[in-house]
């Protein structure tokens, strides 16, 4: 058919209002999905909270209205986890006085479980006896910003385990500026002996310069208490062999309760989390929206919306454990993390993930092609939840448009949000897509590691922790290659109880093994594999 110009122009202005109208259109619903689930009815989203659940079941609303089933039969997926030590049960007496806990002091979360009483002399530490201690001295607690109280009294403790001590009460004896608080997720290892905490004001009401003898009960009752966290999935069934999971992390910090928070405030306030992930959140609702109408046939898509991901990515690994997920049954995997802060003026945005497929250099050119100023990050392994399907050999693709002073804090408001920036970045998502399509499979490739947050020591060993595991040892997450763990042929799952003459109990001393060590350095690293005790020669 040949067209007149006139016609011609007529049909370029209807594609051209239609594009328009579309692009509108997404903006009004990432402003509607944004603004509720970083309204303060949800309060921040914490895992495990009403809040939470909240938003979980708005999700599954919003499939419900996009006639999108939900996948293998249940759009909630649950995972338990747990939010560090409790001392509910928990009991101080001084001089018969019962502490209020958390006012006068506290047990402290690596004490030992325990009940006993007896009494003591101020200054007198004897073997079997209840020791006490001050635990500052006057130049770390009023001068040095940063003295670790907590360390401090650790060390103290575990000296007086070491000594003979059955139980030790530390006392705030300065009431400076650095007081002890109570670290519900520490990384200090349980130590054998009861170990309890008063603070200055209380120790001066308690005990009065006169007295020698100090009688003392204790019956601490430390817990970790389990909760449940959701996973919300839902799934297009095209009837291929193969899936594309495309996700984003709904979760955020309620109240900073869980001590991620960066806000210095006194007062305790709602971290509405707009960026961070509502922002990612919604941006994955369209997609789905956009793929249920789309004519893509080659692949499945899954959409998986995570929680726990600011607990340490705790959703996402669940899922991929529970579902089996593995390179021979998914193609590729997209993140959102903090896509709503689009800078205008430069359009650059962070590509994650891009060394896990030779594939990706296609989506590179494609973002470029769009107007934006890529920042490449090679590494399949990052802050956000693609971590968890690397290490599956799964081929991730990482979105991120920057970090900002709200971050993690009470300002990161809808009323923030670049909503037209974020369509942006959408469009360029779905030509993504739409390219792979058509395209082979991407093929899996291992990256080097990124280095972003992670403490630097003089070796390393090459391994993905599990900060969640709660047994003895430190359990490894995942190998990162050609690093001395992979040569040394440790393996997922493994359980490190040993690196040369250190023994590892948790993070902590595993940390202190490595301090010890040297570049080129020769040792043994004894882990526990399905039951057998393994000695694996490594070279840092």
Do not use: C
């Not at 984003?248 to 109240?255: K, M, N, R, S, V």
């Amino acid at each position: 058919m040949i067209m007149t110009r006139r016609v011609l122009i007529v049909f370029s202005t209807l594609v051209l209002s239609s594009s328009v109208f579309a692009q509108r259109a997404t903006i009004r619903e990432l402003k509607k999905d944004i603004s509720y689930l970083a309204s303060d009815e949800l309060a921040g989203r914490a895992t495990g909270s009403k809040g939470a659940a909240l938003a979980a079941d708005y999700l599954i609303q919003r499939y419900e209205n996009l006639q999108i089933p939900a996948y293998r039969a249940a759009y909630k997926h649950p995972f338990e986890f747990n939010r560090g030590w409790d001392w509910a049960g928990s009991s101080i007496h001084i001089n018969g006085k019962k502490l209020v806990l958390g006012v006068d002091g506290f047990p402290l979360a690596f004490s030992s479980n325990g009940q006993l009483e007896g009494s003591s002399l101020l200054g007198v530490n004897e073997r079997g006896g209840i020791w006490i201690s001050p635990l500052y001295n006057e130049e770390a607690n009023t001068t040095n910003a940063h003295f670790d109280a907590e360390k401090e009294a650790w060390d103290k403790a575990k000296e007086a385990a070491q000594a003979g001590a059955k139980a030790i009460v530390l006392y705030d004896n300065y009431g400076g500026k650095y007081p002890m608080q109570f670290n519900k997720k520490t990384e200090q290892e349980k130590l054998k002996i009861p170990v309890v905490f008063v603070q200055h004001q209380a120790w001066k009401k308690l005990i009065s310069e006169e007295e020698s003898s100090v009688e003392i009960g204790l019956n601490i009752k430390l817990d970790k208490k389990s909760y449940t966290g959701n996973n919300v999935a839902a799934f297009l069934d095209n009837h291929q062999p193969l899936t594309v999971i495309i996700g984003a992390h709904y979760d955020h910090l309620g109240h900073g309760e869980d001590g991620n928070s960066l806000y210095t405030g006194k007062t305790p306030e709602i971290h509405n989390g707009a960026d961070d992930n509502a922002s990612g959140t919604a941006a994955l609702l369209q997609l789905a929206k956009w793929l249920k109408k789309a004519k893509l046939k080659q692949y499945n898509y899954l959409f998986l919306h995570f929680s726990g991901e600011e607990m340490g990515l705790l959703g996402s690994k669940a899922i991929a454990k529970e579902a089996g997920m593995d390179s021979s049954k998914i193609a590729y995997m997209i993140n959102m993390d903090m896509v709503g802060r689009l800078v205008d003026s430069t359009k650059a945005i962070t590509l994650g993930g891009v060394g896990s497929s030779p594939s990706w250099g296609t989506a590179v050119k494609t973002l470029q092609e769009e107007g934006f100023r890529v920042k490449i990050d090679s590494s399949g392994i990052g802050p956000s939840d693609h971590t968890s399907f690397y290490e599956k050999g799964i081929p991730v693709l990482f979105f991120f448009t920057g970090t900002h002073h709200d971050y993690h804090k009470p300002s990161d408001d809808a009323d923030k949000i670049n909503y037209a920036g974020e369509a942006l970045v959408l469009k360029g998502i779905e030509r993504i897509i739409n390219q792979m399509d058509a395209l082979p499979r991407p093929a899996f490739t291992p990256t080097k590691n990124s280095t972003m947050g992670r403490v630097s020591f003089k070796v390393t060993l090459g391994i993905m922790p599990d900060y969640s595991w709660t047994g003895e040892g430190l359990r490894v997450d995942g190998i990162i290659d050609n690093r001395p763990a992979q040569k040394a042929g440790l393996q997922a799952d493994d359980v490190i109880v040993q690196i040369g003459k250190d023994k590892v109990k948790g993070i902590q001393t595993y940390m202190q093994a490595l301090g010890h060590l040297n570049f080129g350095e020769k040792t043994t690293v004894v882990v526990l594999r399905k039951g057998k005790t393994l000695a694996l020669p490594v070279e840092f």
